[in-house]
């Protein structure tokens, strides 16, 4: 049968479009609130893109790359953040100190994002920062401990990240290790953590006055660097026996199996009143930290360790001990391990010169053969020592050739020696002829340590 449509006509267009109408603000009423939610994470998290790539800082007065310090009414720290993290492609930054104001309270370091803008560099949680008016290191803590040297007008200070050295280019790192340079030298480097969103270049500022250049665009060199550091730094020993010179850092290149394994590294000059103190950082501690720091004298045996043998006294990581002339150590101070700094140095008397040196330390070993007997709480290396080192014919026949002098002859000094700057205590000894050399003993493999020979200076 046909359809008539004069019974049935078709729905009118505008009843059709009112339906679809009706659909479509149905919709648009159910998802409405969760498009809304999406536009607002969206924009949410543009903004957070857009804060995390823009300098933050308070108290700073920023004009082009110049830093200056604007205080508010308390007179608190003013920080300065960069944009943009250190990366393996732009790795360092420095700045150039145009004017060190009242006090010089001028720090470079590195922050992590949405750090604090009244903390200087260093003293926030995972932040490091080096201080000019202290030559401070201070690494999420506010008590810094001794690095360089201090920074005034006409200094640049300098801080990095070696990416490649530690092995993280490329890959994710719970670590990395930062460096910092004074004047184009490098001074050390620190390890720290690396937060997820990076480590950024910070300066901090607190005194009136103060004033810096902000170089984000320059490179390290820091193979150029630490050529001429060593070349510098080498002249400074006058012996280096299995121990290779890397500017301040000594590390051990013996074979570390046995006791004559030992690695020895003795200054070219003698303590004097002048300079009359040095120190070292154990940075590596090897397989076993068998490092030790002391004085010996000028002809010591070169694979015998600092303290072993007559005419030298030491301070031993591994065990804390001293040992002053003798393979056999006494309860000294606490053991030592990476990051400790030990010390060592000389009290002089007042009339003490070069000319009126002695001959021998006063200590002596345990018995006139140079065999040291067996003592309670013996370690396994100074049992090593009796075994092996108490029969060295070369050894016993330089200190018999040193020692046929007449040892009362030397000028009693003390010397005495530090952990992390805190005095462990002194021993009153008799200075060789010709001084007390400055000396570090390795044993195991990978040992290093970072050498300052004139902390007190500068």
Not at 394 to 410: L, M, P, R, V
Request: aromatic letters at 8%; proline letters at 6%.
């Amino acid at each position: 049968m046909n359809r008539d449509n004069r019974l049935f006509p078709p729905p009118p267009a505008r009843d059709r479009l009112d339906r679809d109408l009706n659909i479509r603000d149905d919709l648009i009423g159910r998802l409405l609130p969760q498009a809304r939610q999406v536009v607002i994470r969206r924009r949410q998290a543009f903004r957070e893109r857009r804060q995390a790539h823009r300098e933050r800082y308070e108290r700073v007065q920023v004009d082009g790359d110049m830093l200056s310090y604007h205080p508010d009414e308390a007179w608190r720290v003013g920080v300065y953040v960069s944009s943009q993290p250190i990366t393996p492609d732009r790795n360092y930054f420095e700045v150039d100190i145009i004017d060190s104001g009242l006090l010089s309270t001028i720090a470079i370091g590195l922050v992590p994002l949405n750090y604090r803008l009244d903390h200087q560099p260093g003293w926030g949680v995972d932040s490091v920062g080096y201080h000019a008016d202290d030559g401070k290191l201070y690494k999420a803590n506010g008590q810094g401990r001794a690095f360089g040297p201090k920074g005034f007008a006409g200094d640049r200070l300098g801080c990095g990240i070696k990416f490649d050295v530690e092995g993280t280019h490329g890959r994710p790192a719970s670590t990395v290790s930062a460096f910092f340079t004074h004047n184009g030298k490098e001074l050390g480097t620190v390890q720290v953590p690396l937060p997820p969103e990076g480590l950024f270049p910070a300066v901090g500022m607190h005194s009136e006055g103060e004033v810096v250049r902000l170089l984000l665009e320059v490179e390290w060199c820091q193979e150029d660097d630490s050529l001429m550091m060593i070349d510098s730094c080498e002249e400074e020993w006058s012996r280096l026996h299995d121990v290779r010179v890397n500017g301040a850092i000594l590390e051990y290149t013996g074979q570390g199996k046995s006791i004559v394994d030992v690695g020895l590294a003795q200054a070219r000059y003698p303590l004097t009143p002048t300079h009359h103190y040095f120190e070292i950082e154990i940075v590596d501690p090897g397989e076993n930290c068998y490092i030790a720091i002391g004085l010996t004298r000028k002809d010591y045996p070169k694979h015998r360790h600092p303290g072993w043998n007559k005419g030298s006294i030491a301070y031993h990581a591994d065990d804390g001990k001293i040992f002053v002339g003798s393979g056999v150590g006494d309860a000294f101070g606490p053991r030592c391990h990476t990051g400790d700094i030990m010390g060592c140095g000389i009290i002089f008397p007042r009339d003490y010169s070069l000319d009126s040196e002695g001959e021998s330390d006063k200590s002596s070993p345990d018995d006139p053969q140079g065999h040291p007997k067996k003592k309670e709480g013996q370690n396994q290396l100074e049992e090593l020592v009796d075994m092996y080192g108490g029969n060295d014919s070369s050894s016993d026949s330089e200190d018999d050739e040193w020692f046929q002098h007449d040892e009362e002859n030397g000028i009693q000094v003390q010397v005495f020696f530090t952990r992390n700057g805190k005095c462990l205590g002194r021993r009153d000894v008799r200075i060789p002829k010709g001084g007390f050399f400055p000396t570090v003993g390795m044993l195991s493999s990978e040992e290093k340590v970072r050498v300052d020979l004139r902390p007190l200076t500068g």
